[in-house]
C-alpha cells in the first residue's frame, strides 16, 4: 500500500485494534497482545485476489477474538482466491469449495471438501 492509502485507513486500523491512547505510545512498550492485535488490524485492511494463509488466526482475548473470526470470514468472502493451510476440519468445511491434501509434497487426495476431509480424518 502507498502512505496515501495507509493513511487513509488508519483511523480504522485504531479503532479496530481497540489500542486507543495507547497508539502513540512507542511501539516498544506494547505487550504482545498489543503488538498481535495492531498487527492483525494492519494486517487485514488490504483486501487481496489471492490471500495465502497459514491456519487461521486467533488473537486476543474472547471480545477481540469473536471480531478478529468476523474480520477473518469478511477478508476471506473478498478475496477471489484462498490457499490455505489446515489440519481443522470445521474450517475446511466452512470455507473451502475444493480440497488437496498433501503427503511429504505429494499430493494424496484432491477433491470435494467432504470427501477429502472424510479420507483424512476418518469417517
Known sequence: ???AEISKQINDIIEFSELGDFVDMPLRTYSTGMHMRLA???STIVRP???LMDEWLSVGDEGFKHKAEMRM?????ATNILVLA????E???HVCNRVIW??????????DPNS??????GG
Do not use: C, N, P, W
Not at 489446515?86 to 476440519?89: A, E, G, L, T, W
Open 1 to 3: 500500500m502507498t502512505r
Open 40 to 42: 492483525f488490524a494492519v
Open 49 to 51: 485476489e489471492i490471500l
Open 73 to 77: 470470514t469478511e477478508l476471506v468472502q
Open 86 to 89: 489446515s489440519h481443522s476440519r
Open 91 to 93: 474450517l475446511i468445511l
Open 102 to 111: 498433501l503427503e511429504h509434497g505429494k499430493i494424496r487426495m484432491d477433491g
Open 116 to 121: 477429502v476431509a472424510a479420507a483424512y480424518f
